[in-house]
């Protein structure tokens, strides 16, 4: 541990000194700047992506690898695709090849299709591990535009997640909770995913959640799994919020109206927008109680928490719409997907 602490010590020593010192930095100054900028985004993104842009400045490969990533992701910035592609071909450009998996990826999300099939093709043809399982991922789920083959792809999907691959686990009860796609037998994969979640694999336990909430012929058997399963400390609080929501419904849906508030109430930010909008996905009413609470802790005047839509929240909804400046997808209508989206962020903003 001294050893460690001197190296980033007189790190940040070279970091106060002129920005030409890491002209000449050697790979393993380097690698600890890397270190010490994911360190610092954690808790100062700004500061965090200007250290890695200073790496990336010498085409050092792993930071623009980074960067690209936090691009994509909204980290410290405005979520960039484009940024984003840009970087990754910059990295693999710099020799991280691995970068061809998130490129693809990223093509696949704006609608390059040709590029991310052409992307997906290098990958394989490097045998970069995970390649063929994210080119199946996307031909199963029709996402590669003109060039998905669902029906070459789903078997082979399957195939690969029987026989243990992990990210082929992922895949295939991923794509089985999006589509109508069947797994004939699923038991090993459930179970395999499970020990991997006991283990704390937070993504094994959320891809889990989301299959088994989609098993409606399995619910009672799948349902302590999920009681089980929706505590585990490594899943995302959004995530979290999102299961507890629809467990709610499932184990007492006429408790529903009051369960809905107090998991909300318990949201984080990351979780509260997405989980008002579940809400009103599984029941509308649950979703006008809640609004017309928040309504009103804000000042405005809906009406009585009721559930209904009463002429008073409306006018109250109108309001709200008006001072947050979304007029233009709140006169659609108050129940309009788009609408409660963008509201529940807008209340979001105002409530954290």
């Known amino acids: 541990m001294p050893r460690l602490n001197g190296l980033v010590v007189s790190l940040c020593l070279a970091i106060a000194a002129p920005a030409q010192s890491w002209a000449s930095t050697s790979p393993q100054d380097q690698k600890a700047k890397l270190n ?11 500061a965090g992506l200007e250290l890695l842009r200073e790496l990336a400045a010498q085409d050092h490969a ?46 696949v999300k704006v609608g390059q299709y040709d590029q991310a099939f052409a992307s997906f093709e290098a990958a394989m043809e490097l045998d970069l591990k995970g390649a063929e399982v994210a080119f199946l991922i996307s031909h199963a789920n029709a996402q590669l535009g003109h060039h998905s083959d669902p029906e070459m792809a789903w078997p082979r999907l399957v195939e690969l997640a029987q026989a243990g691959d992990r990210n082929a686990q992922l895949g295939a009860l991923y794509v089985a909770s999006k589509s109508n796609r069947k797994i004939a037998d699923d038991s090993r994969i459930v179970n395999s995913l499970l020990s991997k979640a006991e283990a704390g694999d937070g993504k094994a336990a959320e891809t889990l959640l989301r299959y088994l909430r989609t098993q409606t012929s399995k619910q009672s058997q799948y349902l302590e799994i999920r009681q089980s399963l929706v505590t585990h400390d490594k899943i995302r609080p959004r995530v979290m919020t999102e299961e507890q929501l629809y467990l709610a419904q499932t184990q007492s849906p006429g408790q529903f109206w009051t369960a809905s508030e107090t998991i909300l109430q318990n949201a984080d930010t990351s979780g509260y927008a997405r989980g008002l909008f579940i809400t009103s996905r599984i029941n509308k009413n649950a979703y006008v109680r809640i609004l017309q609470r928040e309504l009103s802790e804000l000042g405005y005047n809906p009406g009585r928490s009721s559930g209904y839509l009463t002429q008073r929240t409306i006018l109250a909804l109108a309001e709200f719409c008006q001072d947050q400046n979304i007029n233009d997808v709140c006169r659609h209508g108050p129940l309009k997907s788009a609408a409660i989206k963008l509201v529940a962020t807008e209340l979001t903003k105002v409530k954290f």
């Not at 010490?36 to 700004?46: G, R, S, V």
């Not at 695709?81 to 693999?92: E, G, M, N, T, V």
């Open 36 to 46: 010490l900028a994911l360190q610092t985004i954690e808790t100062e993104p700004q």
């Open 62 to 107: 792993k930071s623009l690898d980074r960067l690209a990533y936090f691009a994509l992701k909204g980290v410290g910035q405005p979520i960039d695709p484009a940024l984003a592609i840009d970087l990754y071909q910059r990295a693999i450009d710099a020799g991280h090849t691995r970068s061809l998996i998130s490129l693809a990826k990223t093509q």
